[in-house]
């Protein structure tokens, strides 16, 4: 069975411009959420879709948004880039229930110079 | 606002040895989870804790918890080079349901030396 999949693994963005990050679920999870990852910050909860729907949203800028399609794929995207949004981006899907556990993709490592 | 500590921050063991961490959290939760980060590498998941006094146990690893008291343990039972790792807790802000929107701890870094 095939593991949750980010794409790409890496970027390399310019302050100010925009970026898209892709996740595929495993199979049959309908439960999509997203982490950033920062030495200083730690693990920081994104938002989470369920559904197509957005269930949870952590407390990051409007710059941070994403959406879940009909298939549970999820992207996110920050536009207007900063410095401080250099990090690892995980992704994680569940099938939603009380006690499924959240499977993390590989993660996709955004540079913002 | 739920916050999560976890302790100790690093943690250095001989193989053979024993040790625990803990993780202590702020507000009231019900389902609490362990994870495994190897360098460059994405969590993997090791245990879901879903009610007081659960204990659930993996190899060397036994997690519990103790919702009372807001802490779960992770116990490392005669660790091996194998088990070096940072190792996360994080507890899900829901109370009674399953949000996904976990709060993790600031992860143990685990050493373990010949």
């Known amino acids: 069975k095939a593991g949750v999949t980010q794409t790409p693994r890496y970027l390399i963005k310019t302050r100010g411009q925009q970026v898209t990050l892709s996740c595929s679920p495993i199979?049959?999870?309908?439960?999509v959420s997203w982490y950033q990852q920062t030495p200083g910050q730690g693990l920081q909860f994104l938002f989470e879709?369920?559904?197509?729907?957005?269930?949870n949203k952590g407390n990051f800028p409007g710059r941070f948004s994403g959406r879940q399609f009909s298939n549970s794929r999820s992207e996110m995207n920050v536009s207007t880039l900063e410095l401080g949004d250099s990090a690892l981006y995980l992704c994680?899907?569940?099938?939603?229930?009380?006690?499924?556990?959240?499977?993390f993709g590989n993660g996709t490592r955004l540079t913002v110079t | 606002e739920l916050k999560v500590e976890q302790n100790p921050l690093f943690l250095s063991m001989q193989e053979g040895k024993n040790y625990t961490i803990y993780c202590n959290y702020s507000?009231?939760?019900?389902?609490l989870y362990w994870y495994r980060q190897d360098p460059g590498k994405s969590l993997e998941s090791l245990f879901v804790?879903?009610?007081n006094g659960a204990v659930k146990q993996e190899g060397r690893l036994m997690a519990s918890l103790d919702t009372k008291a807001r802490l779960s343990t992770l116990h490392i039972t005669a660790a091996v080079h194998d088990l070096s790792a940072t190792y996360f807790c994080?507890?899900?802000w829901g109370n009674g349901g399953a949000t996904n929107k976990l709060i993790f701890g600031t992860g143990t870094l685990l050493a373990v030396q010949p």
């Open positions: 879709y369920f559904s197509e729907t957005q269930r």
């Open positions: 994680a899907s569940s099938l939603g229930s009380y006690n499924s556990p959240l499977h």
């Open positions: 804790l879903l009610s």
């Open positions: 199979s049959g999870h309908r439960s």
């Open positions: 507000t009231t939760s019900d389902r």
């Open positions: 994080a507890v899900d």
